[in-house]
Every structure is written in C-alpha cells, then in structure tokens.
C-alpha cells in the first residue's frame, strides 16, 4: 500500500499563490505516475494535473487546460512528493484539492487511473 499526505492548502486573494504538497510513504517502489485532482462543492473531481514518477530526470506531465500556464507539479524521488504549485489563482480554483498515486499508468487523466488518494487539503481563493 501506499499513504499520502497533502498538505499546504488555505485562504488566497485573487490572483495570488499557494504550493500544495503531498508525500508518499509506503511500497512507493511501485509508482507509475502522481496526479492532482480538485473537486468543489456540488461538482465531480476533475482532474488538474499529473506526472510519471518513474523515468528518472525525464518528465512527463499533463494539465487542465482551465489550469495550464498557471500550475506547475512537479516531484522529488528522494524525498517521496509531489508539489503543485499554483500561481495567478482565481476565485473558479477553490476546491479540495486530492493528490493521487498510479500504480499503473505514468499519469492519467481520470480518476479511475488512480489507485491511492490523499485526504484532501482545502484550497480557498476569495474575489
């Protein structure tokens, strides 16, 4: 099995920046890729951006097009997590924002790719 934290979420104006975090412990040997995923109240998880794990210096990742030029992840294999840095938000990004561990594919974009999730951190972004 694999555990997750996340951490780093809160309170941002518009137009401001948070970092999100998320550390995996665990058999993390068998990581395929780790993905960022949001769901706000009344809405599906949607899916934010993803990274292949494995690979060594060679990154792959993928995002939302409602996120991209703005979120950036990234990981670190020595310290086991994966970072989503978010810059320029706005008030339609506030969520709860879930990372995610594939076991399976370097970093897919639906939730049904992934087989470990975090306990969620609440992200806020007033007007």
């Known amino acids: 099995q694999v555990q997750l934290v996340g951490s780093g979420g809160g309170l941002v104006q518009a137009g401001g920046s948070l970092r999100l975090s998320c550390a995996a412990s665990g058999r993390t040997f068998n990581i395929y890729g780790m993905g960022w995923f949001r769901q706000a109240p009344g809405k599906e998880r949607e899916f934010v951006a993803a990274?292949?794990?494995?690979?060594?210096?060679?990154?792959?990742?993928d995002y939302a097009d409602s996120v991209k030029g703005r979120f950036t992840i990234s990981r670190d294999n020595i310290k086991k997590t994966v970072s989503l840095q978010m810059n320029n938000l706005k008030p339609e990004d506030t969520a709860v924002y879930y990372c995610?561990?594939?076991?399976?594919?370097?970093?897919?974009?639906?939730?049904?790719?992934?087989?470990?999730w975090g306990q969620g951190t609440q992200v806020t972004v007033s007007s």
């Open positions: 990274i292949n794990w494995s690979g060594g210096s060679t990154y792959y990742a």
């Open positions: 995610a561990v594939s076991l399976r594919s370097k970093g897919g974009k639906t939730a049904r790719e992934y087989d470990y």
